[in-house]
């Protein structure tokens, strides 16, 4: 009983020693916040953070409720000095100093960036890289969020890709033209463009039969070259019905114009629903669609 007294005593304060180092060790740890606006589905507490994709700390907590519009979510992560000590070089570093915390001139430099690891598994983490247009930046200048550094982020790989393929700027354009083309179709008075056609076609045909008439003796020349022009004027207007009745209000053409048009806006509406989901939920791709439950 005695040996077991004593061991179960030696056992408890090596725990406890061990436990107070380590959690002394963790409290000289640097931590920083970062703040993402974007959907972060897949990062969890506990996730990695890495520079330049080797792993240096984890995600410590998420601060909640911050804001109510575009839902920011800062971000407390923790850079494991053990993890940069059995990486970093000794001699000539030149993002660490001696103790393993980041240099105060490379501190403004970092940005963080939501990274896919899976598309199967859909989970996020965070890597740190250097912007080495930001060295002039001091560490003073830096701003404080909940007691901690904030470090600048950029949108990942999908909200870069969203926001270049703007589905929902190209459906709008694409009604907007559709309004203004029925708009101007609408404006034309095609009845009397054909209307001043026609007159002016009768009036040139009676000028040549005039001019057939009177100077018909000048030569056969002169008298084939009316015909042919009477029978250009006679196409012309046949030409200028079939354009009328081309481009009226209700014709075909003009009825598959605006529905194409209609079709496209719809589909460039469904592709940015497509694109956003995408960014939410990468892994849906591959999940494909659940199954009914009626099956």
Known sequence: MGTFTVGAIVVLLGFVV??????????????????????????????????????????????????????????????NKKLVERHMVDTGNEIFDKSGNFKKEIIPTLVGQLIQESFVTGILYINLTTDNRMLGESSSDLLNLYGYPELKTKDSIFAELSAKINFEKMSTQVSKLLEIANKRL?????????????????????????????????????????????????????????????????????????DTLREVSLMSKSLKRLADLLERNPQAFLIGKPPSDKE
């Open 18 to 79: 061990f436990t107070g180092g380590f959690s002394s060790f963790r409290n000289q740890n640097e931590r920083f916040v970062l703040v993402f606006h974007e959907n972060m589905y897949g990062l969890y507490e506990g996730g990695k953070v890495t520079l330049n994709g080797v792993r240096i700390g984890r995600v410590e907590r998420f601060f909640l409720g911050d804001a109510i519009e575009d839902a920011p979510v800062p971000v407390l992560v923790e850079i």
């Open 186 to 258: 609408a404006e034309l008075d095609f009845a009397s463009l054909q209307s001043d056609f026609a007159e002016s076609n009768q009036a040139l045909r009676k000028f040549l039969e005039v001019f057939t008439t009177n100077y018909a003796e000048l030569g056969p020349s002169l008298f084939e070259a009316s015909q042919k022009a009477q029978e250009t004027m006679q196409s012309i207007s046949k030409v200028s019905g079939s354009l009328n009745v081309l481009i009226s209000p209700n014709s075909d053409l003009r009825f598959e114009i605006s």
